[in-house]
Nanobody, 125 residues
Framework: VRLVESGGGTVQSGGSLRLSCELSGGSSVDYCMGWFRQSPGKEREEIGTSDPDDSPTYADSMRGRFTVSRDNAKNTLFLQMNSPTPEGTAMYYC????????????????????WGQGTQVTVSS
């Protein structure tokens, strides 16, 4: 199973950007999928997750700033960044949890099994 993120780059503060995460060699059906980010010198932090029925959940600090969605037919997870700020400059990662475990039963990044290599997002002021 492989996860590949795309869509990163430089975006102006207040703009918008959509990241994609394509899964190959497996399926996204029956799996919790999630987005995380990590800035230099900081711990990886959770942005939001998506249950197999495409229902999203967001970390409190991220709610309203991101939209997580998925297309199971295309094995693709999306992250829409809404009005990003320079503090959003980070490497963004997608991940897949264990089969059959819905997102409400996940305990942060350590619960996710498969990770992509990340895509860099730089938010300019």
């Amino acid at each position: 199973v492989r996860l590949v993120e795309s869509g990163g780059g430089t975006v102006q503060s207040g703009g918008s950007l959509r990241l994609s995460c394509e899964l190959s060699g497996g399926s996204s059906v029956d799996y919790c999928m999630g987005w995380f980010r990590q800035s230099p010198g900081k711990e990886r932090e959770e942005i939001g997750t998506s249950d197999p029925d495409d229902s999203p959940t967001y970390a409190d600090s991220m709610r309203g700033r991101f939209t997580v969605s998925r297309d199971n037919a295309k094995n693709t997870l999306f992250l829409q960044m809404n009005s990003p700020t320079p503090e959003g400059t980070a490497m963004y990662y997608c991940a897949r949890g264990p089969m059959g475990r819905w997102c409400s039963y996940m305990s942060g990044a350590a619960s996710f099994v498969t990770w992509g290599q990340g895509t860099q997002v730089t938010v300019s002021s």
